[in-house]
C-alpha cells in the first residue's frame, strides 16, 4: 500500500527550530531528490518488503564478468610489482612507477566510458576493483576512489554536458587525478555555513572564486578539483554551485598537507583560493545546483566505501583465520576456544554479508544509471564501515600483541608481516569520511519516515493554517485506518521459488520483522510528532533495524543466487548456507535488542547530561 501522491506536500515545520538548524535543514531539503524512494530498503522500513527486487539476487552477467577478471588480473599484477603498502605507509608517499603502471592499466578510468578513454567497466567491477585494492593498500585506495567516485569523473558522468565530458574525462581517464571539495573548517557535516563564494566576474564569462577548502583528499596531487562555493542571489541565499577547478590556475594554493594517524600517503590538504577565474562552462549541473551535484554524487560515490571495507574485511579474515589455526595456546589452537571461534564466526558471516550488500547496491546501479540508491548505499555504507571497523578490532585481539606489532618490526624479527596494525589505523576514518555514521543514520531516518512526512506531516506543521491541517489529519486518518491493522498480516515473498530452502524462514523472520519496524516508526511519530527529529538515539534505533533487515535480506538472497550456480562445490555451498543463517540468526538477536533499546531511549536525558557536563 502505496501513500498516493495527491496526499499533503508534507514539509517539515522548521518554525520552532533554531537559526543554525533551520538553515542546515532546509538546505539539504531544498538539495534533497523528490522522487518518492522505491527501493526495496524504503519498502522495509514501510513494513511492506518487496521482496522481488532482491529476489532472485541480480547476477553478474558473464561477458560483465570476464571484462572485470581481466582488468582485476591487470591490477593485481600491477599492485605485486610495483606496490608495497607497509611502505606507503612508512614513508608517506605513493611512488611515482606504481602510478605510472595505474594509469597504463586504466586504474583511473575504470568507470568513465570507452568513447572518452576509460575502460567503460561496470559498477559492479568498479567495486570489486575496490574490493581488490581495499584489502591491500588503504592510501592508495583512498586516491583511487576519491578519484574516480566523488573526484571530476563521478559528477560529469551524473551532471556534465558533453563539452565538459570531452574536455575533462579523457584527462582523468589517462590518469591525471582529481580531487572533491567541499569541507572547511567550519563546514563538517553542515554545508549551510559554507563560506567559500563565487561570484560572477564583470566579463560575465567567468567566476571569481574565493575561500579555503580543508581535508581534500588528492587535493595536494590533483589537476582538477569539483569545489562547492555559495553562489547566493536574492531569491537563493543558501544557493550553492559545483565548479571544476584547474589547479594551475592563479590563485590555487596548497598551504598545507594534512598527516593522519592512519592513511599516511593521503595527497590530502588544505587548498586556497584568492580570485581565481574560474570560466562559467566550468559549472557542473548548472549554477545553484551545487549542493544537488554534491549529494547525489555522494549516493553512488559512496558505494566505493563498502567494496574497500568488504576487502579489508576479507583480509582480516584471512589473517586470523590462519593465526587461529596455527596458534596454540592452553593445548589447542586459539581458533578452537569458543571465544575466539565466535569472532571469527561473526568475521566470516559478516564479510559474506557486506559482500552480498557490495554487489546488490553496485547491480542497482548497472541496472539503471539513473537508479535511485540513495537509501541502499547510505545502508552500504554505514553498516559495512562500522562492521569492518568492528572486525578490524576483532582481528586485532586474536592477533593477539603481534597485532598492535608493526609489520616492519614482526619482519625484523623473523615473523610473517602481517599488518594489522596499519589495516586498524586506516580502518578506523571510513565510520567519518563521505558521511559520518551519525549523518547518515539522519539521512536513513529522513528517507525512511519520508512516506510517512508525506501523509501526516502538515497534520502538525504549525505554520499551516488550521482548515489546511484539519483536511491533511482528515486524509491520514483514512489513510492510516487502513494502513496500520494490515500491518499484522503477513505477506507472502515475492521471489521465494529462488531461494535456497534452508534459508526460506529466515527471510519469513525479516518480513514479520520489517511490519513490526514499521508500527514501532508509525506509534513513535503518533506519540512525538514533530519532536521525533530531535530523537536521535530512537531513531537510530530504528535505523539500525532497518540496516539489519535490508542486511540479512542481501545475504540470503545472494547465497540463494550463489548456492544456485555452478562455480562453488557442495561443501562450499553448505558452508555459505550455514554462514548465512548464522548471520540471520544473529542478525535477529540484534534487532530484539534495538527494539528494547528503542522502548527505552533516553535521549532527553542523554542531552540533559551532556549539558551538564
Ligand atoms: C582523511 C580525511 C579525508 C577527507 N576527505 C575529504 C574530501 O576529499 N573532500 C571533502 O570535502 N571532505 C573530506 N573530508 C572531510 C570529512 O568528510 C569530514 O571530516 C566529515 O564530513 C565530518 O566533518 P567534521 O570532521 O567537520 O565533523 P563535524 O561535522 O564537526 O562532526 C563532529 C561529530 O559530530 C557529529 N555530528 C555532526 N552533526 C551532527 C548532527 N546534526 N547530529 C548528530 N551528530 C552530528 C558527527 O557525526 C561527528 O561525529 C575528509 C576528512 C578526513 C579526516
Not at 600491477?78 to 606504481?98: Q, T
Not at 553498516?383 to 593477539?400: F, H, K, L, S, V
Not at 594489522?420 to 580502518?427: G, Q, S, T
Not at 514479520?512 to 512525538?528: D, E, P, V
Request: proline share 5%; aromatic share 6%.
Amino acid at each position: 500500500m502505496k501513500p498516493e501522491s495527491s496526499h499533503t506536500q508534507g514539509t517539515i515545520d522548521t518554525s520552532r527550530m533554531s537559526a543554525g538548524q533551520r538553515a542546515a535543514l532546509e538546505m539539504t531539503e531544498a538539495a534533497r531528490d523528490e522522487r518518492r524512494n522505491s527501493g526495496f530498503a524504503a519498502s522495509l522500513f514501510f513494513g511492506e518488503p518487496d521482496f522481488g527486487k532482491v529476489l532472485p539476487f541480480p547476477k553478474q552477467k558473464v561477458e560483465d564478468r570476464d571484462q572485470g577478471d581481466a582488468f582485476l588480473r591487470r591490477l593485481r599484477a600491477v599492485l605485486d610489482e610495483h606496490a608495497d603498502p607497509d611502505a606507503i605507509d612508512r614513508e608517506g608517499e605513493i611512488p611515482d612507477h606504481l602510478m605510472d603502471a595505474l594509469a597504463r592499466i586504466g586504474a583511473f578510468g575504470i568507470k568513465i566510458p570507452i568513447k572518452y578513454g576509460g575502460l567503460g567497466l561496470s559498477q559492479t567491477n568498479y567495486s570489486r576493483a575496490a574490493m581488490l585494492l581495499g584489502g591491500r593498500c588503504g592510501s592508495l585506495t583512498a586516491l583511487i576512489s576519491a578519484h574516480q567516485s566523488i573526484g571530476v569523473p563521478q559528477p560529469l558522468l551524473t551532471f556534465g554536458n558533453e563539452a565538459q565530458k570531452e574536455m575533462f574525462l579523457p584527462r582523468c581517464a589517462r590518469g591525471e587525478v582529481s580531487a572533491f571539495a567541499l569541507t572547511e573548517s567550519d563546514v563538517g557535516s553542515d554545508p549551510a555555513r559554507m563560506t567559500t563564494r563565487a561570484e560572477l566576474a564583470p566579463d560575465g564569462e567567468h567566476y571569481i572564486l574565493n575561500g579555503e577548502k580543508l581535508w581534500c583528499t588528492n587535493g595536494t596531487r590533483a589537476s582538477l578539483i569539483v569545489v562547492m562555493a555559495r553562489t547566493p542571489t536574492k531569491e537563493k541565499p543558501h544557493a550553492t554551485t559545483a565548479f571544476v577547478v584547474e589547479n594551475d590556475r592563479p590563485g590555487v594554493e596548497v598551504i598545507h598537507r594534512c598527516r593522519f594517524m592512519g592513511l599516511r600517503a593521503l595527497y590530502n590538504g588544505v587548498i586556497h583560493f584568492t580570485n581565481v577565474m574560474v570560466p562559467k562552462s566550468h559549472i557542473i549541473g548548472g549554477e545553484g545546483r551545487g549542493l544537488k551535484v554534491a549529494l547525489t554524487t555522494l549516493n553512488t560515490g559512496r558505494i566505493a566505501l563498502p567494496a574497500a571495507c568488504t576487502g579489508l574485511a576479507k583480509r582480516c579474515l584471512e589473517i586470523s583465520n590462519r593465526w587461529a589455526t596455527s596458534r596454540e595456546q592452553w593445548g589447542k589452537p586459539i581458533g578452537k576456544h569458543a571465544a575466539i571461534a565466535d569472532k571469527l564466526a561473526r568475521m566470516a558471516s559478516g564479510t559474506l554479508a557486506m559482500e552480498a550488500v557490495t554487489h546488490y547496491v553496485s547491480a542497482l546501479v548497472d541496472a539503471d544509471k539513473n537508479a535511485d540508491v540513495r537509501l541502499e548505499a547510505a545502508i552500504a555504507k554505514l553498516w559495512c564501515t562500522e562492521r569492518a571497523w568492528d572486525i578490524a578490532n576483532d582481528t586485532m585481539q586474536i592477533r593477539g600483541g603481534r597485532g598492535y606489532e608493526t609489520a616492519e618490526s614482526l619482519e625484523a624479527r623473523n615473523e610473517p608481516p602481517d599488518p594489522v596494525e596499519r589495516l586498524f589505523r586506516d580502518a578506523r576514518i571510513n565510520t567519518i569520511f563521505e558521511g559520518s555514521s551519525e549523518i547518515m543514520r539522519l539521512f536513513i531516518a529522513r528517507e525512511a519516515i519520508d512516506p510517512h512526512l508525506r501523509i501526516g506531516a502538515d497534520v502538525v506543521n504549525a505554520s499551516l493554517p488550521v482548515a489546511d491541517r484539519a483536511r491533511a489529519a482528515v486524509r491520514a486518518a483514512r489513510f492510516y485506518a487502513v494502513w496500520l491493522p494490515v500491518k499484522y498480516v503477513p505477506r507472502g515473498i515475492e521471489g521465494a521459488t529462488s531461494m535456497h530452502p534452508a534459508l526460506l524462514p529466515d527471510m519469513r523472520a525479516v518480513e514479520a520483522l520489517s511490519r513490526k519496524l514499521a508500527r514501532r516508526l508509525f506509534y513513535a511519530m503518533a506519540m512525538h510528532g514533530p519532536s521525533l527529529e530531535r530523537k536521535q538515539v530512537l531513531l537510530g534505533r530504528f535505523v539500525d533495524i532497518g540496516c539489519e533487515l535490508f542486511v540479512t535480506s542481501c545475504l540470503l538472497g545472494y547465497v540463494s543466487m550463489r548456492s544456485a550456480g555452478s562455480d562453488l562445490s557442495a561443501p562450499d555451498v553448505e558452508q555459505m548456507v550455514h554462514l548465512a543463517r548464522y548471520h540471520a540468526r544473529h542478525s535477529r538477536e540484534k534487532v530484539r535488542r534495538l527494539f528494547h533499546e528503542a522502548a527505552t531511549a533516553d535521549d532527553d536525558d542523554a542531552v540533559a547530561i551532556a549539558a551538564e557536563i
